[in-house]
């Protein structure tokens, strides 16, 4: 895999709304804890950041992703994003010897983040730099305003009304052919390890994205 800087994470929390994961907590939560190995932020050259816990990925994020908000405080990272118009919340804790190293590796990789986002510093006056991801109110959700209710296409889809969807920028209900998949069930886990397994693959990901923008300009 290509290279990139790595810090230790004391606590890493997903938002995940509506999942039967949780059991009514809106947070998921994976700390190093009992016989679970520590957790480890990556962030590669390439510009993809990573959460992995072992040998089990977490998470992975295209720091090059337009909805993609960051804000540091104290010694937490937050991250907002939006993917297929829902949106996503995740939030790191860093561990350290003291909280004065932990806040010290969080600026470090937000620094290390601005490279290719921006990173918003909070004040941590009104959250305490410990309060556990679990703890984090859920992300207001705006209701959606008249005329924005998801377009149901019948027929044919234009490539940019395609790729507008596939990057999160409307919501569209397509046709049942585009829910079809030609590939066996059974075939897809190996294609997704393969993929993941290939060095140069989130740099493709990242190409597609930016041809898609490219068909919106058209």
Known sequence: MASGKTWKLKR????????????????KIFEEKGNKPEVVLTVLES???LIVQG?????TVPLLL???????????????????????????QF???????????????????????????LDDASTHPNQPPAEIPPPVTQQKTAGTEPEVVQGSVSIKSLAQHFLGENTLVLPQI???SSLAEGD???????????????????????????????
């Open 12 to 27: 890493y929390g997903r938002f995940v709304p509506r999942s039967t994961e949780t059991v009514g907590k809106p947070w």
């Open 47 to 49: 510009g993809c950041l």
């Open 55 to 59: 040998q089990e990925s977490l998470d």
């Open 66 to 92: 337009n909805s993609l908000n960051v804000q540091q405080k104290s010694d937490n990272l937050m991250l907002r994003f939006t993917v297929k118009g829902e949106t996503r919340m995740i939030r790191m």
């Open 95 to 121: 561990d350290g010897s003291s909280r004065a190293e932990a806040i010290n590796e969080c600026l470090s990789a937000a620094e290390k983040l601005r490279e290719y986002v921006p990173v918003t510093t």
């Open 178 to 180: 585009y829910h079809d």
């Open 188 to 218: 897809l886990e190996a294609i997704l390890r393969a993929c993941l397994m290939d060095p140069s693959f989130h740099a493709f990901v990242e190409k597609i994205e930016g041809e898609l923008r490219k068909l919106l300009e058209e």
